[in-house]
């Protein structure tokens, strides 16, 4: 197994570690539950049942890219670039590499410059990198953190009520950040994984394309 503070040299070793979350003992930054969130999101959640069957009808497709069990994401909620509040639902139809984030946490900040360069490389109508911020407070930190290491593509996506971060907590997909879910454009699980990886590598992107492909 590769050293935690490692990314990963192969295509099957990132899609080992999306399902297992092999680096998350070693780099994953734990975090604590804030307040209980968005309650629109919890209240979503709900709906969330019904999809979840839809997506199991997909687990052959989900074991090769290895979510387990498949699951449905749609409900999960945070602001878009524009400010106002979404839903990964309102993205139907692009898959989509969901990572959290926030500038406290060293790995993510470590590969905030990769995902950017998977997005302006793969970025799509079919494919975009949605990297959420969970900062708690006000947007300068996090807006000036990204201006100084000059994120060109990436969108800014932004959740400060640590909602986001605590539903994939309880549905047993974050431990810490950062966490990446990989998510069809129906809005199904199909990979995760806890900690960094070098999203602008070959390997990566090579992930994308597989999760793409119909």
């Given at each position: ?20 979350g092999v680096l998350a003992g070693a780099v994953a930054v ?185």
């Amino acid at each position: 197994m590769a050293d935690g503070n490692r990314f990963f040299p192969a295509p099957r070793l990132i899609l080992a570690a999306l399902v297992a979350g092999v680096l998350a003992g070693a780099v994953a930054v734990y975090v604590s539950e804030s307040g209980s969130g968005n309650n629109a999101q919890t209240q979503a959640a709900a709906a969330d049942g019904k999809d979840d069957a839809a997506c199991k009808t997909k687990a052959g497709r989900a074991k090769e890219i290895a979510a387990n069990p498949p699951q449905s994401l749609k409900s999960l909620a945070f602001n878009g670039p524009d400010g106002k509040p979404m839903t990964i639902a309102d993205r139907a139809g692009k898959t989509m590499l969901l990572n959290l984030w926030a500038t406290w946490c060293a790995p993510c900040r470590a590969e905030m410059p990769a995902l950017d360069t998977l997005q302006k490389e793969k970025g799509s109508d079919a494919f975009e990198v949605v990297a959420v911020n969970v900062d708690t407070g006000d947007d300068a930190k996090p807006k000036k953190f990204l201006k100084e290491i000059g994120v060109e593509t990436l969108g800014y996506y932004r959740d400060s009520t640590m909602g986001l971060f605590n539903e994939t907590k309880a549905r047993g997909l974050a431990l810490g950040l950062p966490v990446t879910m990989l998510i069809d454009g129906e809005g199904c699980l199909i990979a995760h994984m806890n900690g960094p990886a070098e999203w602008s590598s070959p390997d990566a992107r090579r992930l994308v394309e597989a999760a793409l492909a119909r």
